[in-house]
């Protein structure tokens, strides 16, 4: 008999070939993430191309401070998320918890921070439309509808990530993982590894195009 | 495959991600024209690849993992060269 463990499913022969299984699955699905993303990516591409001085002059309203600082916290809870991860394969049950739960935090900080940015954003009449600030070109509301669609699609991915590390986090206080089962943790990791990698891109694309012009 | 990585390596790699954000930010305050775009994304791609081989486990996984990841990249890079190849050529 190969594995008896509970946590092996039966159509698979071993633990590592489960695990292997279930990393191609989440790599299929970031695919698709990444068309998914890719296609509002590919529209701001288009859009910056057709109208460069409207996307200049719009950017300039986005608040670097808060991207700036967001981009570090989310890089951080990256860090905590692997460390989660390897605690895990090292059936750290206690740090497996910490990790995951400085994760979740670090994740509630960046949506507190965003809240606030957004709250000054709509303040300032930056929400496309009849109210849009109007010293700045038309196609400044393509940047803006750009904005909110790319850092809103960003934020829900955020708090689906919270639910399953909070999933994790309560899976890990039970004792559900060990060195021999901790595919759950390794690929919520690479699904939350993958809204860090967006926002790397999102930063510098709405916050830092022509600062110094 | 996914032999556990030292902690080192990990607080090394989020050192470099940090530095990299500074590096950045510093940058964008430079008026270097349409080199700020290139520099910017060169180290939006740098950062993207600490990301994917070290905290990913790309770095450590097996070939077919390598061909799934490859796969999403290149479809994407196929749809902007198939769309920016029309935006790009219009007179």
């Known amino acids: 008999m190969p594995e008896t463990s509970s946590a092996l499913a039966e159509q698979f022969e071993e633990m590592p070939q489960q695990q292997e299984a279930a990393t191609l699955g989440m790599w299929t699905f970031l695919a ?5 993303f890719g296609a509002m990516f590919l529209g701001y591409i288009v859009n910056r191309h057709l109208h460069p001085q409207a ?19 989310l890089l951080t809870s990256s860090l905590t998320m692997a460390l989660a991860v390897r605690a895990a394969q090292a059936g750290d049950q206690k740090w497996i918890l910490r990790f995951l739960i400085f994760t979740i935090l670090l994740a509630v900080g960046f949506l507190i921070v965003k809240g606030f940015e957004y709250r000054d954003d709509l303040r ?8 849009f600030r109007t010293d700045l070109p038309r196609e400044a509301q393509i940047f803006w509808f750009l904005y909110w669609s790319m850092t809103g ?9 919270i639910g399953l590390i909070s999933a994790m986090a309560w899976m890990a206080s039970r004792g ?7 595919t759950p943790v390794e690929v919520t990791g690479l699904y939350w590894h993958f809204v860090d990698i967006v926002w790397i891109f999102l930063y510098p694309l709405l916050y830092l195009i022509h600062r110094s012009a | 495959m996914n032999a556990p990585v ?11 991600l940090l530095i990299l954000l500074a590096l ?6 430079v008026n270097l024209g349409p080199f700020n775009t290139v520099v910017a994304l060169a180290i939006a791609i740098a950062k993207m690849f600490l990301v994917l081989l070290f905290f990913m486990h790309v770095r450590s ?6 061909i799934f990841v490859i796969a999403g990249f290149l479809w994407f890079a196929i749809m902007i060269d198939l769309t920016l190849s029309d935006y790009l050529t219009r007179y």
């Open chain 2, 6 to 16: 030292a902690k080192k390596t990990y607080i090394l790699i989020w050192l470099a």
């Open chain 1, 153 to 161: 699609l960003h934020a829900l991915h955020v708090i689906i990530g």
């Open chain 1, 176 to 182: 559900k993982f060990s060195p021999a089962y901790h």
């Open chain 2, 61 to 66: 996984s097996r070939r077919i993992t390598w």
């Open chain 1, 55 to 73: 996307f200049a002059a719009a950017s300039e309203h986005t608040i670097v401070l808060f991207g700036t600082l967001n981009t570090a916290i």
């Open chain 2, 24 to 29: 950045t930010w510093l940058v964008a305050q």
């Open chain 1, 124 to 131: 300032e009449q930056l929400w496309p439309g009849p109210h």
């Open chain 1, 32 to 36: 698709t993430e990444i068309l998914f």
